[in-house]
T-cell receptor, first 115, second 111 residues
């Protein structure tokens, strides 16, 4: 079984450009979570999505960040007009269903560097 | 007060010893607790989950949960150099699906 897949694994952008990060959940999983890990900091929740629905975006910055999980295709985290402070590792996790007892499995992450 | 607290370490133990990692959390409504291992430059890897008070064993790993005292711990028996990593404690709250992570404890196992 393929695990959670993320691409690209490394992404370099200049300030002001857009970054698009993609996440394909594990087979059979329909719930996706995005987390950000800033250098020397812990993992922080950003957003929780199900197919075609944003369930919880309480961790998303109010501006420039958006996420979607369309009916077909991967989940996408989009960062517009990137700034140096956006440089971080972005991880996606997935679960089979909702619920607080579900174990979240993480993808390899996308390491974003903003020049 | 941080929601999930861990001693950042590093915690150094000799090969073959027991490593004890601790975590406290502030939300009394928390229902599920997880330990992840993260090697440098890699993604978090789930190693243990625990939901009820008491101990849960899986191979060399034992997770311990005490909801009354709001702490969860991870014991690693017969520690190996390959166990050297950052161990992240994660807590899932009463109402949501999001995990709240501690900053992690760096474990170093010396051969």
């Amino acid at each position: 079984n393929a695990g959670v897949m993320q691409n690209p694994r490394h992404l370099v952008r200049r300030r002001g450009q857009e970054a698009r990060l993609r996440c394909s959940p594990m087979k059979g999983h329909s719930h996706v979570y995005w987390y950000r890990q800033l250098p020397e900091e812990g993992l922080k929740f950003m957003v929780y999505l199900q197919k075609e629905n944003i369930i919880d975006e309480s961790g998303m910055p109010k501006e420039r960040f958006s996420a979607e999980f369309p009916k077909e295709g991967p989940s996408i985290l989009r960062i517009q007009q990137v700034v140096r402070g956006d440089s971080a590792a972005y991880f996606c996790a997935s679960t089979t269903t909702s619920g607080i007892y579900n174990e979240q499995f993480f993808g390899p992450g996308t390491r974003l560097t903003v020049l | 007060q941080k929601e999930v607290e861990q001693n950042s370490g590093p915690l150094s133990v000799p090969e073959g010893a027991i490593a004890s990692l601790n975590c406290t959390y502030s939300d009394r409504g928390s229902q599920s607790f997880f330990w992840y291992r993260q090697y440098s430059g890699k993604s978090p890897e789930l190693i243990m989950s625990i939901y009820s008070n008491g101990d849960k064993e899986d191979g060399r790993f034992t997770a311990q949960l005490n909801k009354a005292s709001q702490y969860v711990s991870l014991l690693i028996r017969d520690s190996q150099p390959s166990d050297s990593a950052t161990y992240l404690c994660a807590v899932n709250g009463e109402y949501g699906n999001k995990l709240v992570f501690g900053a992690g404890t760096i474990l170093r196992v010396k051969s």
